[in-house]
């Protein structure tokens, strides 16, 4: 396998959507051993949860909760904590396979919910949103995925969370692919709880999520959670009174997180992530139009955590072989997961820069060159 550098770092490249790239100093920090009830986790925990509250602008209401595991556990703990088995209807939107997921899981706990399903290619409507609110008593809570990564859109959240908040319910969100990179302030978008995790546009390593979310939302959720080790409420109990996490803690993640914490910091924070990863995207889109792919959402709704393209028109074209050819070079892209189109993804979020994305470009020039996809 060849291993060539890229101006920025090593390969492989993952452009997909977790794990991620993530920076040498990131992955070296992981390079130590920290006992669980040291001083030194201890306060690295602590100040992992105070720098991602500041981060959403929650400090004085919300409590930042982390959990063991990936984002998945995060999003269930969320919705297994927060919502009571009697008496609650969450409204679901749902456009794409984190919407679902989050149905399957109220499904799986036995929640009552209600989808509101649009095309994978459609934002949710907040006008429709608005009038299920008015008419419907009954729903008590509306669920909702941020940047839905099946296909790289952005919903309209900030629009949705204020109508959701304007009528008294309660607004879960799964901001995993957009936190960090997106503007999320609880100005904003009102949330009440927010699922995401290390390892996407942070830049941590994969192993650790966290659920921000109102303490006296918390607080009623007592006893509520359907699992001992995804009972948020517990966890934070735990936290509050030692600093230690419930059960063994994924050590070299936190070590990780807290590394990547402060290279997003020195870096410029969410504005400078969301610069990067929008050249990112500007260069993936151009150069790959440029080869004669399609991307599939219209400009409006793309977000810059990941674009999905159709696949190539070309009778040579052959999504398998394509792949490997670029994996060779050490570019990892990704699959597709649409219902209905036939197509492939390219993440713009990790430890990548620009000139790295004009590298791929170049090199999927000449492999489509050697396929005869593109003509010599
Ligand atoms: C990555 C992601 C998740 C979590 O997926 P895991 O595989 O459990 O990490 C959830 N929602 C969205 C929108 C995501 O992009």
């Not at 936290?239 to 910091?265: D, I």
Request: aromatic share 8%; net charge neutral.
């Amino acid at each position: 396998m060849t291993s060539e550098m890229s101006p920025t770092g090593e390969k492989p490249l993952l452009l997909t959507p977790g794990p991620l790239t993530t920076a040498h100093a990131t992955r070296k920090a992981m390079l130590q051993d920290f006992g669980a009830r040291d001083s030194v986790f201890i306060e690295m925990t602590r100040s992992i949860r105070e720098r991602l509250l500041i981060l959403a602008g929650a400090t004085e209401t919300h409590t930042c909760v982390p959990l063991q595991g990936s984002g998945t556990f995060a999003v269930e703990a969320m919705l297994g904590t927060l919502v009571p088995r009697v008496g609650s209807l969450v409204l679901v939107l749902v456009n794409g396979a984190y919407g679902r997921r989050m149905v399957e899981i109220l499904s799986r706990l036995d929640r009552s919910y209600l989808v509101y399903e649009t095309e994978e290619t459609m934002p949710p409507i907040p006008a429709y949103i608005e009038h299920l609110l008015t008419h419907q008593k009954d729903i008590t809570h509306v669920a909702m995925v941020h940047c839905e990564t099946t296909t790289g859109i952005l919903n309209p959240v900030e629009q949705i969370s204020h109508i959701v908040a304007r009528h008294g319910r309660i607004f879960l969100l799964d901001s995993i692919s957009a936190f960090g990179a997106l503007p999320l302030d609880l100005q904003t978008i009102p949330f009440t709880a927010l699922a995401a995790s290390a390892g996407k546009c942070l830049e941590g390593v994969p192993g650790l999520a966290f659920v921000l979310c109102k303490r006296t939302a918390l607080q009623k959720s007592a006893g509520q959670a359907h699992a001992i080790s995804l009972d948020l409420e517990a966890q934070w109990t735990a936290m509050e009174k030692n600093g230690q996490w419930r059960f063994t803690p994924p050590t070299h993640v936190v070590a990780a997180l807290s590394t990547a914490l402060k290279q997003f910091y020195t870096a410029g924070g969410q504005p400078a992530r969301l610069a990067r990863y929008t050249a990112n995207c500007r260069i993936l889109i151009e150069g790959m139009k440029a080869l004669g792919f399609v991307p599939l959402l219209p400009a409006a709704l793309q977000s810059p955590i990941i674009v999905t393209f159709h696949i190539h028109t070309s009778h040579n074209f052959i999504f398998e072989k394509f792949y490997n050819h670029m994996r060779l070079h050490g570019y990892v892209l990704y699959a597709g997961k649409l219902a209905r189109t036939e197509s492939f993804r390219v993440g713009c979020i990790g430890a990548i820069e620009p000139q790295d994305i004009a590298c791929m470009i170049a090199k999927a020039y000449d492999v489509l060159q050697e396929m005869n996809v593109l003509p010599e």
